[in-house]
């Protein structure tokens, strides 16, 4: 299996989830939902960290810690660094501070239109009928919801094509590879996402940190060593490790290398949903549970740039 098929069960309850989804991205539920979800889950610190904004924060945020579980405002930013997509979770960040919003919105247009520009590419080079228009109205219009739902309305649209026959809707692997990789028909030139070293700067002049998310989707085990040694130049503060896209030999290896490099090791479900994530049906589920997981939280905080007054 690759790194990036990779993923365990999750099936061990946690008290500290910093890793979750809502309708604001690519998730199912509301962030009110999802906070209600957290409460029942018996979490007491949580984070709602959607793909390229901070929308969802505040609604979050508000029905969390009504409920006593302790809301960290957050999110999940698509960066490149090494020649790979990489996603970068920020954490204590100030969501009204307009300089970040304004970047975490480029962000996400980038990552729209690009949508957009697939939408309109697969229609005038196919025939089906579809068109962003179409997935605008079913998903939204500034939104970047799953990726599979979006692949499944043009297949749903493709019905009795026989070019499309052989791809059924809920697995895209064999898609992908035929018609939307370098080369093919649909293949459209990838979004313009910022390099990890800016976006560590734009978290820290937001008070907040920057953590890789899932290391082990992206580098090889060998290579992880190295890259570790480089995050802590580049000031990132610490590694997604206790998550349902490691197994336990790699949470293991990765909580060892962050020790050595003195990286703050944190904890999330990645959860979006029980339908589009099966294998983490709930908040707070990991395959295997940190040692103090409100430790990592102090950590986090500790590490806490001091940003200047009127840095709005």
């Known amino acids: 299996m690759t790194a990036a098929g990779r993923r365990a069960v999750a ?13 604001f991205s690519d998730g199912d539920e509301s962030p009110g939902d999802l906070a209600r979800r957290c409460i029942a889950a018996g979490l007491r610190v949580a984070a709602c960290t959607d793909h390229d904004t901070l929308d969802g924060v505040a609604e979050f945020a508000a029905v969390a810690e009504e409920g006593g579980v302790r809301a960290i405002p957050g ?8 020649g790979h997509e990489l996603h970068c979770l ?11 919003r304004a970047r975490v919105d480029e962000v996400r247009r980038a990552e729209v239109a690009w949508w957009r520009d697939w939408f309109d590419q697969a229609g005038r080079v196919t025939g089906v009928p579809v068109d962003w228009t179409l997935a605008a109205q079913k998903f939204g219009a500034d939104r970047v919801a799953y990726r599979g739902d979006y692949l499944d309305l043009f297949l749903g649209a493709a019905t009795g094509d026989a070019r499309f026959a052989g791809y059924p809707m809920g697995e895209h692997a064999s ?47 060998d290579e992880l060593p190295v890259r570790f ?26 909580h060892r290398l962050c020790e050595k490099h003195q990286l703050v090791p944190t904890q999330g479900s990645d959860h979006h949903g029980v339908r589009l994530k099966p294998w983490a049906p709930e908040p707070g589920l990991v395959p295997v549970d940190a040692p103090d997981p409100l430790d990592i939280v102090a950590r986090l905080e500790q590490a806490r740039p001091t940003v200047a007054a009127g840095a709005r």
């Open 11 to 23: 099936d061990q309850p946690t008290i500290v989830d910093l890793h979750l989804h809502s309708r």
């Open 175 to 221: 898609f992908i590879q035929d018609w939307c990789r370098p080369g093919k028909p649909l293949h459209v030139p990838y979004p313009w996402r910022p390099a990890l070293a800016d976006v560590v700067g734009w978290v820290a002049g937001a008070g907040g940190v920057t953590v890789l998310a899932h290391p082990a989707r992206a580098f090889a085990a």
């Open 229 to 254: 040694a480089e995050l802590v130049e580049l000031g990132v503060t610490g590694v997604e490790v206790w998550t349902t896209w490691h197994d336990p030999t790699e949470i293991d290896r990765l």
């Open 75 to 82: 999110c999940e930013l698509t960066v490149t660094w090494r």
């Open 90 to 100: 920020a954490y204590f960040v100030d969501p009204s501070q307009r300089a970040l």
